[in-house]
Nanobody, 123 residues
Framework: QVQLVESGGGLVQPGGSLRLSCEVS????????VAWFRQAPGKEREAVSC????RIRYADSVKGRANIFRDKNTVYLQINNLKPEDPAVYYC????????????????????WGQGTQVTVSS
């Protein structure tokens, strides 16, 4: 059974940084993309970033402030200069077919999701 476990969320001051982790089991990230999404209260889930071996993508909301990278079967999302619009529950997702981060990564219906990790930005 494919599982994704997010961690690394917490309380950060505006302008600070946070590194989120998404550990994936039962799936080789050599062939599968992992995408990060976020959802704030009362808002729709929003795409943040996607990692695959031959393509990395960022949403405009985090471009220039985020870095996504992989170490073995964990995908990390670091967001710098956290802003008031960044607080949300952050989720990572992946698919059950080999997939790279396509141009439509932000609307792709990923099959597996983690439980999410809360990010709060406050002074």
């Amino acid at each position: 059974q494919v599982q994704l476990v997010e961690s690394g969320g917490g309380l950060v001051q505006p302008g600070g940084s946070l590194r989120l982790s998404c550990e994936v089991s039962e799936l080789s990230l050599d062939y599968y993309a992992v995408a990060w999404f976020r959802q704030a209260p009362g808002k729709e889930r929003e795409a943040v970033s996607c990692f695959s071996n031959d393509r990395i993508r960022y949403a405009d909301s985090v471009k220039g402030r985020a870095n996504i990278f992989r170490d073995k079967n964990t995908v990390y999302l670091q967001i710098n200069n956290l802003k008031p619009e960044d607080p949300a529950v952050y989720y990572c997702g992946t698919d059950n077919i080999p997939l790279q981060c396509s141009p439509s990564w932000y609307v792709h219906p990923y099959d597996y999701w983690g439980q999410g990790t809360q990010v709060t930005v406050s002074s």
